[in-house]
C-alpha cells in the first residue's frame, strides 16, 4: 500500500506532466498511428549533460537524447511485429518449484512453475508460440562443465532463451547474456536433523561458557594454596603467636566446602586471614546466584539454536553437506572467485555430495534423515519441501509437534546470488522482454508467484515454541558423571590405603622380628595367613589401641601395674591380666614373647628406661613404662 509521501509526490508528477506536454512543439508530441517516424525539428538541442550528472548519473553513464528515445520506441515497435506469430524455443530446468516440465504421452513437453508462469504472461502480450527443451544433465554448466549443460544449448544458439531462475556466476558471462532484470535475489539455506538439545548447551553446564568452568576450575585449585602462603607469609611477617598458620589440606578444604555451602571449622582470628576468607565467600556467593539464575533460565526460557547456522560453522566442523549437481552452490564453490570458493578443499575430501537425484524429498530423507547431512537448496524448494513433508507427518501424529518437525532450517543463508534469465549472445529479445519482466518484479508478483502454495504461518520454524519441557536424562548426566567419578576416586584411595598398610605392616613385623617380638621361644617367627592378617586389621577398628585417644570412649583400663609386672596374685589381679591381655591384642594368638614374666611382651631398656613392648593387632609396637612415677602417669591417663 503506498504511503501518504508516495501519494504527494505521484500527484506532484501528474501535475507536472501536462505543462511539460504544453512546453513542448506539437509535432514533437504526436505519433502517427501506424508508428512511423515523427517529425521533429532539427535546432531540437539534446538533454543537458550536466543536468543529467546532478540527478546521480556518472560521466560513464551514456545520455539519452530525444532521438534515442524516440528510435528506441520504434524498435521496440517493431520487434512487437516481428515477434507476433512467432515459435520460440525455450530452455529449462528440472528446478522445482521455480521450473520443471512435465512430458505428456505425445512426447510433447511442458514446463511449469513460477518460470512459466512469467513465459506464459509474455505469450499472451506478444503472442508468441513456445516449445519446451531440457539439457540432457540437467546442469547450469560453467567452463570445466560445458557438455550437456543449459548454458551449452543456449551459447550454440539451440534455443532463443533459457526460461529458469539462473544465479549470475561470473564464469557464465562470457557464454551468455544474462537479463537486465534480476527477479530475484536467491537464497539458498541449510536444512538439517532437529537435535534434541539446543547448541547453546543443556543440563549442568549450560549456564556458564566452558572457559568460564575452566577459569572456576583454576580458581578452586589455586585460591586453597593462596590462602595458605598467605597466612604463612604474614606470620613469618609479624611474628604473631596467637594466629596458627593453618595447614595446606585445611585451606583446600574450605575452599572446596565454601563452593558447596558448607561452610568451615577454621576460625581465624587475624584480620587479614579474615578478610581472605570473607573474599572467597562473596565470590562464591555471587558465583553460585548467577549460576542458579541462569540454569533456570536455560531449562525453561533458552532460546533454541542449531548446531550449523553459517558456512564457517561447516568449515571448521568439517560437516558433510549435499546440494545439486550442477547447481549455484556447486559452481560458487569450484569457481575461484567465488564466495564459496574456500570450501573446495570439502569437496577434495569428500566432506561434499553433489545429488542428481531432482527429487528433494529422496534427498532429505536419504542423506539428512538417514545419514545427519545437511541439505543446501533454494529458500523456495526449501519451504515446499519441508511444508509437504509436515503435511504427510501430521497423518502419522496430530498433536506432536517432534514428529511433525524433525527437520530445521537455518537463518543465515548459506549462499545468496542475483537470478534472472539468460538469452545467447547478441540476441535482442531481453529489450523486449526485460522492460516486462520489470514490471513484475516491481510488483511483488514474481515473488507472489514464489510463495502462493505456502501457508502465511512459518512451517516447522527453528524453535518450536514448547513452554511444557520435563527434564531428561541428559540435563541430568553430568551429575551421574560426578558421582561416577566420585566412587571410583574413593574406591581408588581406599585400594591405596590397603596397599599401603600392608606394605606398613610387612615393613614393621621385619623390624621388630630383629629384636625377638612376634616369635616363639624357639626362635621361629609365627606368620598367620594374608587372609587372617587382613581379618585381623579390619576387625581391630572395633577395639581401642593403646596410645589413642580415649576421650568420651567405653575402653578397658589397664590393670595395677603390681599384677602386671610382680605377678599378682588371686582372682581379681588374673581377671585383670586377662581382660588387659585382651585389650592389647593377647587373646587372638598374635602377641608371644619370650619372656614368661612379662606375659606376652618384651622387657627393653630403651633411653635408660624401662619398658614392656607389646604387638598390637595392626603390627604397631605399643611401649608400656614399668618405672613407677611413668607407670602411676599411664595408669591415670586411663582410669581418670
Partial sequence: MATGIELLVAAALCAACPALNESLPANLIQLSEDGSSMSMPTEMPPLDVEAANDVGLDNDTPVETLETIINKKKKLREMRDWIKGKHLRIATLEDYPLSYTELLENGTRIGHGVSFQIIDFLKEKFSFTYEVFVPQDNIIGSPVDFDRSLIEMVNSSLVD??????????????FVYYSTTTLDEGEWIMVMQRPRESASGSGLLAPFEFWVWILILVSLLAVGPIIYVLIILRNRLTGDAVQHPYSLGHCAWFVYGALMKQGSTLSPIADSTRLLFATWWIFITILTSFYTANLTAFLTLSKFTLPYNTVNDILVKNKHFVSMRGGGVEYAIRTTN???SMLNRM?????????????????????????GYVFVRDRPAINIMLYQDYLYRKTISYSDEKIHCPFAMAREPFLKKKRTFAYPIGSNLSQLFDPELLNLVESGIVKHLSAKDLPSAEICPQDLGGTERQLRNGDLMMTYYIMLAGFATSLAVFSTELIFRYVNSRHEANKWARHGIGRTPNGQSIKP??????????????????????????????????????????????????????????????????????????????NGRDYIVFRNPDGQSQLVPVRSPSAALFQYTYTE
Fill in 347 to 371: 569437496i577434495q575430501n569428500n566432506y561434499a555430495v553433489f545429488s542428481e537425484e531432482t527429487n528433494d524429498t529422496y534427498n532429505l530423507q536419504n542423506y539428512v534423515e538417514r545419514n
Fill in 338 to 340: 567465488e564466495s564459496l
Fill in 161 to 174: 532463451l533459457a526460461a529458469a531462475f539462473i544465479p549470475s556466476l561470473s564464469d557464465q558471462r562470457t
Fill in 529 to 606: 595367613s594374608r587372609w587372617l592378617r587382613g581379618w585381623q586389621r579390619l576387625d581391630s577398628g572395633q577395639k581401642q589401641l593403646l596410645g589413642t585417644s580415649t576421650q568420651g570412649q567405653n575402653v578397658t583400663p589397664p590393670p595395677p601395674y603390681q599384677s602386671i609386672f610382680n605377678g599378682g596374685h588371686g582372682a581379681v589381679a588374673a581377671d585383670a591380666r586377662h581382660r588387659w591381655r585382651r585389650a592389647v591384642g593377647q587373646g587372638n594368638g598374635v602377641l608371644l614373647g619370650n619372656d614368661p614374666s612379662t606375659d606376652g611382651g618384651v622387657r627393653r631398656l630403651i
